[in-house]
């Protein structure tokens, strides 16, 4: 393994995949694990009425934390209420979450059309999360402690060097011959990818994403509904430990395992969450059942859950009724408690309180 000086860029980053076994019996055993917790919440998005009561909230919580590792934060109320404002009236925080969110479909959407994970779809999905077109770099690039202004690595220079690498990487991600397990590819391909930091801004929040759309293009998720960055950040210091101990020593279990951890726990989580949104549905239906024909109409609850901050024109617009009945139908549900009416300027919200209280936890305990 070639001795990386933190003073020189590393320009002799090995080719994939590595000379190393990649899955020892822990790995393995680790993989297992994983794949049957991933499973699990794959399989429950389902089992909901509607995979579109998950379309603008658990993908939305990625954007969120992924953001918040590069210093990116708002809340979650201020993004559900920017996903039906006016873009002048949206944060410049917000925006850039929001703008994250939309890299993250406009990838599935690529992925489910049949492409691959390439060099082009990596710029498109920097762009995308930074609104200016990002091409590989020409230039260098250092990666220093945000705090103490330390030096932490120099990724390699020269454009011929990073498409070399960043054609390996696209060989390793499509290989379906090598005989890897899947989890294991995901991990080594993130860690390849940040070692590369093909553009001058944005590495973190597209090797994220690419997380997601891997595990999409492989079949493993229907849905981007895992957020893997929580357990990022909640475990940030080990995140970059091993990410060092592969760059240093070419000590790959470790940085393995510690994806594969994030993988089950996080998919355990979500899983979790999925049959606690299952729960809300329910009551909301069996609370307005019989009191008003509003949950009757095919498709207005799954709004509820899908627009976690409703307005009468979205019900106007999804559900083709008139504003009379898009106004009714909310307000008799907010009658019974299910929905709170607030006033932002000139528009008045349906807030499905209960649903913006359980996105906000971290993990869902079973009631």
């Known amino acids: 393994m070639p001795q990386v000086n933190p003073n020189l860029p590393w320009n002799d980053i090995p080719e994939l995949p590595p000379a190393v076994d990649l899955e020892s019996r822990e790995i393995l055993k680790a993989c297992i694990s994983a794949m049957t917790e991933l499973s699990r919440a794959n399989a429950l998005v389902k089992q909901l009425p509607s995979e579109a009561v998950l379309i603008n909230t658990l993908p939305l919580q990625e954007a969120r934390k992924s953001s918040e590792i590069e210093n990116i934060v708002t809340t979650n109320d201020e993004l559900y209420r920017a996903m039906t404002s006016d873009e002048n009236q949206i944060a410049p925080n917000t925006k850039e979450v929001l703008r994250y969110r939309e890299a993250l479909w406009d990838g599935v959407n690529h992925i489910r059309k049949g492409s691959t994970l390439d060099i082009h779809l990596f710029e498109q999905i920097c762009s ?130 510690y994806i594969l951890a994030a993988v089950e726990e996080i998919s355990r989580d979500t899983a979790d969450k999925i049959e606690a949104i299952s729960r809300l549905i329910n009551n909301v239906i069996t609370t307005a059942q019989d009191k008003t024909k509003a949950v009757e109409r095919e498709g207005f609850v799954d709004l509820l859950f899908k627009w976690p901050y409703c307005k009468i024109g979205i019900v106007e617009r999804e559900l083709r009724c008139s504003r009379l009945t898009a106004t009714k139908y909310l307000n008799e549900v907010t009658a019974l408690g299910l929905l709170e009416r607030l006033r932002f300027g000139r528009e008045y919200y349906y807030i499905n309180k209960n649903l913006i209280d359980l996105l906000s936890i971290d993990a869902v305990e079973e009631s």
Not at 129 to 150: C, Y
Not at 151 to 167: A, D, K
Not at 176 to 204: R, S
């Open 128 to 257: 995308c999360i930074l609104d200016e077109t990002m091409k590989v770099r020409n230039s260098a690039v250092v990666i220093e402690n945000r705090v103490t202004q330390e030096l932490i690595y120099r990724p390699l220079t020269g454009y011929g060097n990073l498409i070399r690498l960043l054609i390996n990487l696209e060989r390793f991600i499509n290989d379906k011959t090598d005989g890897f397990q899947p989890l294991v590819k995901m991990a080594v391909m993130h860690y390849q990818f940040e070692a590369i930091h093909p553009f001058m801004d944005g590495n973190g929040r597209t090797g994220r994403i690419l997380n997601i759309l891997y595990l999409v293009q492989q079949g493993l998720l229907d849905v981007p509904i895992l957020y893997l960055s929580r357990f990022f950040i909640q475990n940030r210091d080990a995140y970059y430990q091993y990410l060092r101990e592969v760059t240093e020593n070419g000590s790959w279990q470790q940085w393995i395992l």
